[in-house]
């Protein structure tokens, strides 16, 4: 059976910090290929602005760019609805029905999890990869972990990770005020920001979204 890890995020913009994650999946749980599906809609961002999916999808395809196993998705952007990793893992399954998936996460989302639409769903349809980072230990992983199984029978694996302290906030803020993120993107990604003068705070309309409704 086919191995698929998959790294769902806005990607706004993709950093360092999601390739070497996703690279140690893949090199982890020996997968066959790791699949970026940049959020169309994302539910967690509602109400906020979110830079045009066609940028964002863009500088993920630069990012993973040379990566044979490196795979970009739009699979939520064609759906055009409500980015809910239940639905898109229930569709892929659907789609896929002979593929094993792998839902790779950050350690926050482990203790996050529970807040997102239909998590009994998402544990399911997928073995969850979570990174393991300084700031949680190890028993409070442990703990978290033994609920999750015992509550939703839930497949979740550990992976140890490097403790990189990047965020797209973080390197958004940066362009912001005019300074390097050299060695936090890639040269293509950086290229692209610098070349549509992505994150000043001056995009047009045209250049952002606004995700869900605010009601």
């Not at 913009?13 to 959020?39: M, Q, R, T």
């Not at 999916?53 to 993973?64: D, K, P």
């Amino acid at each position: 059976m086919k191995k698929i890890g998959i790294m769902g995020g806005t990607f706004n913009p993709i950093h360092l910090g999601h390739l070497i994650l996703a690279e140690n999946a893949y090199d982890f749980c020996k997968l066959d290929e790791v699949w970026f599906i940049p959020s169309a809609d994302p539910p967690h961002k509602a109400g906020q602005p979110v830079l045009a999916y066609h940028h964002r999808s863009r500088m993920t395809e630069l990012a993973i760019e040379g990566i044979p196993y490196f795979v970009k998705s739009d699979f939520e952007a064609q759906r055009h609805e409500r980015s809910y990793t239940a639905e898109t893992l229930r569709l892929l399954h659907e789609i896929y029905p002979d593929v094993e998936f792998y839902f790779i996460m950050g350690a926050d989302s482990l203790f996050q999890i529970e807040t997102w639409y239909a998590p009994e769903k998402v544990m399911a349809q997928a073995r969850l990869l979570v990174a393991v980072r300084d700031h949680h230990s190890l028993e409070e992983m442990q703990k978290q972990i033994d609920y999750l199984t015992e509550k939703y029978h839930a497949g979740i694996e550990l992976m140890c990770m490097p403790g990189i302290d990047l965020s797209s906030n973080f390197i958004r803020q940066r362009t912001a005020n005019h300074e390097t993120i050299r060695f936090f993107v890639t040269e293509q990604v950086r290229d692209y920001i610098i070349k549509n003068g992505l994150y000043k705070g001056d995009e047009t309309l045209d250049e952002i979204q606004y995700s869900g409704y605010t009601e």
